[in-house]
C-alpha cells in the first residue's frame, strides 16, 4: 500500500504562478524526498527533508515538513512551463530494509 | 558520469512468456533497487541489491525475481507474465545499501498482451 499521498491529483497553474503540492504519510519516517518525473520517463530527485527538520529550501523549491501532521508541502515559486510534470513524495523509515514509499503523485501543468 | 541505463527501453511480449530486464548503475554505485509503476498502484518497491545479495524485497509474488552481478550491473525476471505485469519498470542507483538518494533510469515499458 501507499506510504504517501499527494494532494491535489492534478494541479494547473499560468507561468509565473506558485504551485504548492501536498503530501500526507500514515507511518514514522526517516526522511522524506520528493522527485519529479517528466512524463513516463525516470524520476529525477529534487529535495530530501530528514524527520528532524522543518523546512528546506533549493533554488525555487520550499519544502517543509510537519511530522506531527504526518505531512509535507513542496513549494514552486515562480514556475516555468518547463515545470510540467508529475511530483511525488517519497518516505523511508531507515534501518536495514531501507526502501523508499512512494506516494501516487500530483500531475503539475504549467501553461505558458 | 553516466546515468543509470535500462535495456530494453520497450518490450511488448504475450501471457505465459518470461522476460528480463537489465539496469546498469551509476559508476562507482553499488545498490540497485527495482521499482514498478502502473497507472493504478502507483510505483511499488521490488527489491534491492547490495553486493550481489538482496537485502529487500517488496511485496510481489515469486514471479518476480532479481540478481546482481560483481559489476554492480543488476537484472530483474518476471516469469510467466500476466496482463497485470504491463507497467513501467524503474531501477534506481545509489553509493551504498540504504543510502536516501536514489538515482533513477529511464525505465523498461514493459506490455503484456
Known sequence: SQQGEEDPQA????????????????????????????????????ILIRSNEREKHSGRLRVTLDTSKKSSSLLITASRAADTASYFCATDIGGSNYKLTFGKGTLLTVNP | KAGVTQTPRYLIKTRGQQVTLSCSPISGHRSVSWYQQTPGQGLQFLFEYFSETQRNKGNFPGRFSGRQFSNSRSEMNVSTLELGDSALYLCASSLEAGKNIQYFGAGTRLSVL
Open chain 1, 11 to 46: 494541479l494547473s497553474i499560468q507561468e509565473g504562478e506558485n504551485a504548492t503540492m501536498n503530501c500526507s504519510y500514515k507511518t514514522s519516517i526517516n526522511n522524506l524526498q520528493w522527485y519529479r518525473q517528466n512524463s513516463g520517463r525516470g524520476l529525477v530527485h529534487l
